[in-house]
């Protein structure tokens, strides 16, 4: 059975999970990353076949902005940690001259509330 769908294709790998006391599947952090709006989803799971299942995730259509803000901001910080942990000799100290040159550039901006 070849399904069709408009977006492309992506295959992510998944491993067992045991969550408390429940049975699941962990997905790669890429997964978060690609789909944001699906990692908070509740959903169903339809058994195919022995070896096959059909996931189908269901979005909260009510996510705050806030959340989803949040969310992306855990991500960047997520890939800033992984790459200085990979490569600490890239690591650049925040100065006062740093600080200072940024409040000049901002000086002038205004922000609508």
């Known amino acids: 059975m070849e399904i069709i769908n408009s977006m492309a294709a ?3 790998p998944i491993s ?3 969550i408390g006391n ?3 599947f962990r997905l790669p952090r890429a997964f978060s990353r690609d789909y944001p709006h699906l990692v908070s989803a509740s959903g169903r799971i339809e058994v195919i076949d022995e070896n096959t299942l ?3 995730l269901e979005p909260d259509d009510e996510t705050s902005s806030e959340e989803t803000e949040s969310l992306m901001m855990s991500l960047f910080l997520d890939t800033l940690l992984s790459e200085a942990i990979k490569d600490p ?3 650049v100290p925040y100065t006062k001259e740093m600080s200072d040159e940024i409040d000049e550039l901002l000086s002038d901006v205004t ?3």
Do not use: E
């Open 10 to 12: 992506k295959n992510y």
């Open 22 to 24: 429940q049975d699941g």
């Open 16 to 18: 067992p999970a045991k």
């Open 54 to 56: 059909l996931v189908r």
């Open 111 to 113: 922000l609508d509330a």
């Open 89 to 91: 000799d890239s690591l």
